[in-house]
């Protein structure tokens, strides 16, 4: 996908799946805002989006369903799982 960290893509997608802008994803991720948005063109990362934001809107306060989704987000932006 990228040689971006995958950390640097899970950041992201935590900020968007919370109602940030493709700005401030980019800011908190240290990548540029066009990078962001070539991520958000892929069906893996839209497909991640979407379940980590139904996850937030669902169960705001459970973290630690959060990170385990985050985890496997990771791994699913990383390239495994595919």
């Known amino acids: 996908m990228s040689t971006t960290p995958v950390g640097a893509r899970v950041d992201a997608l935590l900020y968007l799946a919370g109602g940030r ?7 908190v991720a240290g990548v540029s805002v066009s990078t962001v948005a070539a991520w958000r063109r ?8 979407a379940e980590v934001r139904a996850l937030w809107e ?9 990170l385990v989704r985050l985890e496997a987000a990771g791994r699913r932006l990383g390239g495994r799982g595919r």
């Open 21 to 27: 802008s493709t700005r401030e994803a980019a800011e």
């Open 42 to 49: 892929s069906p893996v990362f839209v497909e991640e989006l």
């Open 58 to 66: 669902a169960e705001p306060l459970d973290a630690e369903a959060l």
